[in-house]
């Protein structure tokens, strides 16, 4: 199963960015599909950014334009640049992979820890 490991959360004032990242291992002999997603209090966990099948990335409305998600070449890390943050986007960030992008937000997703990202005004 693959392992997952974010990093780069933290705190920062409104206006300002953050570059998460997702380090991916143990996935050697599986293609694996890879999103970010994010969870607040009281809510349930929601996709912002997420590749569907043929390599596009769909991204949640909230986050259109001001998010970013890459990996690189060898597709271990997962990155998500987030800009121009607002205290709405404050919320546990997870990486997430499925061996089907379809799988992505099912029970069939591996998960990583999360990174806190807090966001004032």
């Known amino acids: 199963q693959v392992q997952l490991v974010e990093s780069g959360g933290g705190s920062v004032q409104a206006g300002e960015s953050l570059r998460l990242s997702c380090a991916a291992s143990?996935?050697?002999?599986?293609?694996?599909?890879f999103g970010w997603f994010r969870q607040t209090s009281g809510k349930e966990r929601e996709a912002i950014a997420r590749?569907?099948?043929?390599?596009?990335?769909i991204y949640a409305d909230s986050v259109k334009g001001r998010f970013t998600m890459t990996a690189d070449n060898a597709k271990t890390t997962l990155y998500l640049q987030m800009n121009n943050l607002n205290p709405e986007d404050s919320a546990m960030y997870y990486c997430?992979?499925?061996?089907?992008?379809?799988?992505?937000?099912?029970?069939?997703?591996?998960w990583g820890q999360g990174t806190q990202v807090t966001v004032s005004s």
């Open positions: 590749f569907v099948r043929g390599g596009t990335i």
């Open positions: 997430a992979a499925a061996t089907m992008c379809s799988e992505l937000g099912t029970p069939a997703t591996s």
């Open positions: 143990d996935y050697t002999y599986r293609v694996y599909c």
